[in-house]
T-cell receptor
């Protein structure tokens, strides 16, 4: 059974903290993506990666960075968490089959 | 720029048909998708259509594409309570590329 796993379902962090969201896929997919989901706004692309050590900015990269040291792992980093980064974060991956597989999501609350 | 719009809510009676609509602006979109998100879960691909197609049917699901008007719809026949979820339309230029999502339509099915 194919799987995209996000390390935490729920996180509560303080303003100014550095936050790491981890995503691991076991499908040997080349492409990985981080989205944030907010009510009424749908999913917005933060960063994506087409290969190890490669990264591309999405539509809303400000305040975020990413790391892809290994093919199966794509980390999202909030350098200094702020309350407007309270959201649901979704990781996805795609391979040659085309379909995007999503993780369960991490609901992050910044207080 | 790219923009994908959906109505936010739809309420239908069990057994009726549901029609969820989506409009997009990027005429270079090659692939159009419908994803389903159940409560507390990530997104799951329901169906997709290539931009050179007008219609695709898959069991209870019918996708209609009007490329001239950039309008996509998803019809669910014989809607069941298990169909209650958020439905996202999405577009991409390449098969494994980043997805641009709509705002999502929350479908509520009542007995």
């Amino acid at each position: 059974d194919v799987k995209v796993t996000q390390s935490s379902r729920y996180l509560v962090k303080r303003t100014g903290e550095k936050v790491f969201l981890e995503c691991v896929q076991d499908m040997d997919h080349e492409n990985m993506f981080w989205y944030r989901q907010d009510p009424g706004l749908g999913l917005r692309l933060i960063y994506f990666s087409y290969d190890v050590k490669m990264k591309e900015k999405g539509d809303i990269p400000e305040g975020y960075s990413v790391s892809r040291e290994k093919k199966e792992r794509f980390s999202l980093i909030l350098e200094s968490a702020s309350t407007n980064q309270t959201s649901m974060y979704l990781c996805a991956s795609t391979g040659t089959g085309g379909e995007a597989f999503f993780g369960q999501g991490t609901r992050l609350t910044v207080v | 720029g790219e923009d994908v719009e959906q109505s936010l809510f739809l309420s239908v009676r069990e057994g009726d048909s549901s029609v969820i609509n989506c409009t997009y602006t990027d005429s270079s979109s090659t692939y159009l998708y419908w994803y389903k998100q159940e409560p507390g879960a990530g997104l799951q691909l329901l169906t997709y259509i290539f931009s050179n197609m007008d219609m695709k049917q898959d069991q209870r699901l019918t996708v209609l594409l009007n490329k001239k008007d950039k309008h996509l719809s998803l019809r669910i026949a014989d809607t069941q309570t298990g169909d209650s979820a958020i439905y996202f339309c999405a577009e991409s230029i390449k098969w494994t590329d980043k997805l641009i999502f709509g705002t999502g339509t929350r479908l509520q099915v009542f007995p």
